[in-house]
């Protein structure tokens, strides 16, 4: 039976159908309520507003449940290939072996950028923040393949320039890097894994060949898939609502790498490791964090902690702290600042503050020192996010091209402003 739900205004009774999720998941549709009531609804942070039906991803967060696909994170962090994930999140199912193998042909084949772009990494001051140099070159990939403006119904074409964004991701920001240090770039390999390729780009030199550590390469593939998707947050809304302007994915794929910058998405690993590094610096305790962070007149927060959906443990800073205890066990990978993240944790967890508000750590929190761990510098922390979210914000740019109840995104608003009033001449001007 269909559920509905009833509004009474202004001595008036409306209906709204309720839609019901694969989970259960209730939501009352108001696509009519301004035409039948001249109301619209207000929710700052669309904290309680639905933008979209989607496959791609479910999560619970009291639960703390993460499905890719209908997959538990837990079993695709431990079996998965990251290419694989990403196959999953865009196209629908786990890849067949042919289909697999075919994607990898196209990362390999894909994997370089034009070389005109390389002036532009030489251009750059050395201090450029790489998120701003990795949303600029995904723009300017564009540039390069103009024909993938228009991929409407051009399927082949679709797949080639996922591939492609999927694959030069890795290099742009390992150029970024090598630019940064000033070392001459180290090229993709035709016959290295996805994660292998990316450090290999990264640590390589002309002086001395990297040989990648089994351990670490594990490491950032369950990083990157851990990082894949997590529905309408922030940025992957951002790719939708660029998109929904039928704006090309490059232009959309820069604008989620935008959004993920900020601090209070994407960019909370960096302050995660710049908070713990003052801590191990300035001798500052984790108590005077803590005070810091629940201090209103403070604007700190303590990165790493708190998010929209999970009011329980995020399941994928779960998966993270074992992929720690493999790491850190090797006496060779020690790290101070585990130590102190530990202390933080442990303090917030039974902090009054932290538990009445449901604060607990999520997927940033840990993943910086991992990073830390395979020799990523803290000013990339974000740009390893972005490459992890691709697939994701690639996916829901898809299901949206292809959902035929979609419409240009532009939400309505409550003007508060002056009522109407007339030009005044400079010298009537108060
Ligand atoms: C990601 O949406 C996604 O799915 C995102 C993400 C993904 O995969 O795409 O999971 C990735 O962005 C994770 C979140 C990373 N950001 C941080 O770690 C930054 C620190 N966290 C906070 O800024 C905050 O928790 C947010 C922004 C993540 C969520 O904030 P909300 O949902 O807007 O909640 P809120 O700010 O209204 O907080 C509710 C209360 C407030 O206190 P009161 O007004 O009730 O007294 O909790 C407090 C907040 O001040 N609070 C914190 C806090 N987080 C919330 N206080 C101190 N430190 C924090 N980290």
Redesign the pocket.
Known sequence: MDEKISIVYQGKTYESPVITGTKNEKAFDIANLRKETGLITMDY?YQNTGSTKSSITFVDGEKGILRYRGYPIEELAEKATFPETAWLLIYGDLPTEDQLTAFRRLLTENSLIHENLLHFFREMPPSAHPMGILSSIVNALGLFSPRFYDTENQAGEFDLMVAGLVSKIRTIAAFSYKASIGEPFAYPEADRSYCSNFLNMMFSSHTKPFVVNPLMEKALNTLLIVHAD?EQ???TSTVRMVGSSQANLYASICAGICALWG????G?NQAVLETLLRVQKSGMTVKQVLER??DKTDPF?????????YKSYDPRAKVLQGLMEKIFSHEDNQDPLLDIARELEHQALSDDYFIE?K?YP???FYSGILYRAMGIPTNMLTVMFAIGRLPGWIAHWKEMHDDPCSKLNRPRQIYMGEKERHWLDREERA
């Open positions: 942070g997590h947050n922030c940025s601090p209070l998405h994407g909370a962070a629940k927060k303590l990165s790493g902690f708190g998010h929209r959906v508000r604060l999520n997927v940033d």
